[in-house]
């Protein structure tokens, strides 16, 4: 394969920790960021609208380290409309790599159904542009090695770069289910959702491999288990695949009120043939801040030391003037 190939192939893939096609960034508090995870939960909180950051920090001990920075925010109406938005820079690499994206969308929550009708589907769709960029000028290629003076920069490669850029729209789908109600020992909650369902053409690629971007598939399931008037264990999982790359997470957290305004959070993942992830938080009024530090257990990561990453989320959840609180409707991981 052509070196320029293998070299962007390194930049784009290596989210997955067997290189073999996952794209997408990736997070370990993925329920931090609902909308990367699934449409179907825009407006699907427990209040009527919400504001959401994230940061991720990682492999920093094995090139200029993976940033991925996300917002997003959406509203929920009495009109069982939900809309939402949700932005994502994340930068790479020696070569100045940079993954942008912007979605819009908008959900219905109108399908509930049980004797109290405290069980809701919401579907979701968003649609918007995806950008992808790298810095042709920080790049090295084999042909610019002297083997006796090293790197030569003013050396010509015979690698031709025709594009460094490209935006393509997109468009994800996806459908979640919830049981609000707020005095059972269990409330199920889970979704399925697919993303790039457009297939926008990768231009980095040459034309002689498949050059559309693989299809993201997931599915999301827990539950909310009362065991006190004022504790809570959260059970959750997660299975995504994005071409020939997957990934399983499974862990568990648990929330504790420490007053009428407070409350703990502490709990473990556990990302197969990756990772584990211990996470704490604190919510306080509408704010809930979350951190977690991905341990890795890959060979990569015990052959190099700072393969680690790093996790913040914040989260504010806001209520309209004169309205009663709304019982807790998705999970606050």
């Given at each position: 394969m052509n070196k320029i190939v293998w070299i962007l192939l390194g930049y784009f893939f290596c989210v997955s920790i067997q290189c073999e096609g996952q794209v997408?960034?990736?997070?370990?508090?993925?329920?931090?960021?609902?909308?990367?995870l699934n449409p179907g939960l825009t407006g699907v909180s427990n209040g009527d609208y919400r504001a959401t950051a994230i940061y991720r920090k990682q492999w920093g001990a094995v090139m200029v380290p993976y940033s991925t920075a996300g917002i997003s925010a959406d509203v929920a109406t009495e009109k069982n409309l939900n809309f939402g938005i949700n932005l994502?820079?994340?930068?790479?690499?020696?070569?100045?790599?940079?993954?942008?994206?912007?979605?819009?969308?908008?959900?219905?929550?109108?399908?509930?159904?049980?004797?109290?009708?405290?069980?809701?589907?919401?579907?979701?769709?968003?649609?918007?542009?995806?950008?992808?960029?790298?810095?042709?000028?920080?790049?090295?290629?084999?042909?610019?090695?002297?083997?006796?003076?090293?790197?030569?920069?003013?050396?010509?490669?015979?690698?031709d770069i025709q594009k460094t850029s490209a935006t393509t729209g997109d468009v994800g789908v996806g459908i979640s289910y919830t049981?609000?109600?707020?005095?059972?020992?269990?409330?199920?909650?889970?979704?399925?959702?697919?993303?790039?369902?457009?297939?926008?053409?990768?231009?980095?690629?040459?034309?002689?491999?498949?050059?559309?971007?693989?299809v993201r598939y997931l599915i999301h399931a827990g539950a909310r288990i009362n065991i006190s008037e004022n504790a809570m264990i959260i059970p959750n999982l997660l299975y995504m695949r994005q071409g020939s790359a997957?990934?399983?997470?499974?862990?568990?957290?648990?929330?504790m009120q420490v007053n009428d305004i407070?409350?703990?959070?502490?709990?473990?993942?556990?990302?197969?043939?990756?990772?584990i992830v211990p996470f704490a938080?604190?919510?306080?009024?509408?704010?809930?801040?979350?951190?977690?530090?991905?341990?890795?257990?890959?060979?990569?990561?015990?052959?190099?030391?700072?393969?680690n990453s790093l996790e913040i989320s914040l989260t504010f959840t806001g209520q309209r003037p004169g309205k009663a609180f709304k019982y807790l409707s998705c999970p606050r991981f």
């Open positions: 997408d960034p990736h997070f370990s508090q993925y329920y931090a960021y609902p909308m990367w994502l820079n994340q930068t790479a690499g020696d070569a100045g790599y940079s993954y942008q994206n912007a979605y819009l969308s908008i959900a219905y929550s109108g399908v509930k159904f049980g004797s109290d009708k405290n069980h809701q589907l919401t579907i979701g769709i968003q649609a918007g542009m995806l950008g992808r960029k790298f810095d042709r000028s920080k790049m090295q290629f084999g042909d610019q090695w002297n083997p006796i003076t090293g790197y030569d920069p003013s050396a010509i490669t015979s690698d049981d609000v109600s707020g005095n059972k020992l269990v409330s199920p909650f889970g979704g399925v959702a697919a993303f790039h369902l457009t297939r926008p053409q990768d231009p980095f690629i040459s034309s002689s491999v498949n050059s559309h971007l693989p997957s990934e399983k997470m499974v862990g568990f957290y648990g929330q407070t409350a703990m959070l502490a709990g473990i993942n556990y990302r197969f043939n990756d990772a938080g604190i919510a306080n009024r509408n704010f809930l801040l979350g951190v977690s530090y991905d341990v890795n257990t890959s060979e990569l990561g015990q052959a190099i030391t700072g393969t």
